[in-house]
Nanobody, 121 residues
Framework: QLQLVESGGGLVQAGGSLRLSCAAS????????MGWFRQAPGKGREFLGV???????TYADSVKRRFTISRDNVKNMVYLQMNSLKPEDTAVYYC???????????????WGQGTQVTVSS
């Protein structure tokens, strides 16, 4: 099993950037697909993107040109670089680990506690 801990959230002005980190501890991190999701108050958990065990990326259309996911299998870390942030990006951001690099939150096995990102206008 894995334990995941997100960090790097905070307050940023519209147009700014943040890099979120997800630190993993446990066995076989390098074999998992690592996804990023977010959840705004009153809304469901939204898929943002995923990086496969082999390093291939898939992104949601809403963030495709602004967000980038990377991973470091030596450090057991995954990152979400967010650029050109908008107020509608305000949400709690989560990393997750699963067997398949897919969009459905329900198919991921392990989740971090989330980190708050607030974008001011």
């Amino acid at each position: 099993q894995l334990q995941l801990v997100e960090s790097g959230g905070g307050l940023v002005q519209a147009g700014g950037s943040l890099r979120l980190s997800c630190a993993a501890s446990g066995r076989s991190f390098s074999t998992y697909a690592m996804g990023w999701f977010r959840q705004a108050p009153g809304k469901g958990r939204e898929f943002l993107g995923v990086i496969s065990a082999n390093g291939g990326n898939t992104y949601a259309d809403s963030v495709k040109r602004r967000f980038t996911i990377s991973r470091d299998n030596v450090k057991n870390m995954v990152y979400l670089q967010m650029n050109s942030l908008k107020p509608e990006d305000t949400a709690v951001y989560y990393c997750a680990a699963g067997f398949l690099a897919i969009r459905s939150a329900g198919r991921y096995d392990y989740w971090g506690q989330g980190t708050q990102v607030t974008v001011s206008s």
